[in-house]
């Protein structure tokens, strides 16, 4: 059995299809709707007023717990720091005429310095959902 050799014409093998600016159009134009429908989530209500004042009344009253239960601590620590005589600070404050100003000079900066920390730390970890589109997002897209 003989085999068929096929030979490709020459001037057809080379010849590439051109370049089809409508086409390229159509297919940049439906990759940036793909990005798009991604980040533009059209489905999350706007914020009203009423909503945005309980919102932050919320993120308010979490900052305010950790800042109040990091003072309570650094307060604690100051108190342990005159009861456990840790470098003779309850010996000196037991000997002076008014014992109450150097306590608050131990334990409020403590607790000022716990309570910012602890402020501090539930700012970073706000367990804040979005919930609702932002004007960024508005503009971003166009729409307003």
């Known amino acids: 059995m003989r085999e068929k050799i096929v030979v490709a014409h020459p001037l057809k093998a080379g010849m590439s299809r051109l370049f089809d600016p409508e086409r390229w159009l159509r297919k940049r134009l439906e990759r940036q709707r793909a990005r798009h429908a991604f ?61 109450v100003l150097p306590v608050l000079l131990v334990v409020v900066p403590f607790a000022s310095i716990f309570g910012g920390a602890a402020a501090g730390s539930a700012i970073l970890t706000l367990p804040y959902d979005k919930k609702y589109r932002d004007d960024e997002d508005d503009r971003d897209s166009g729409s307003k």
């Open 39 to 99: 980040r533009d989530d059209r489905r999350k209500p706007e914020l009203t007023p009423e909503e945005a004042r309980r919102d932050h009344w919320q993120m308010l009253r979490f900052m305010g717990f950790h800042a109040l239960a990091g003072a309570l601590i650094g307060a604690g620590v100051g108190i342990a720091l005159i009861l456990f005589d840790i470098g003779g600070l309850g010996t000196l404050v037991a000997r002076s005429a008014n014992p």
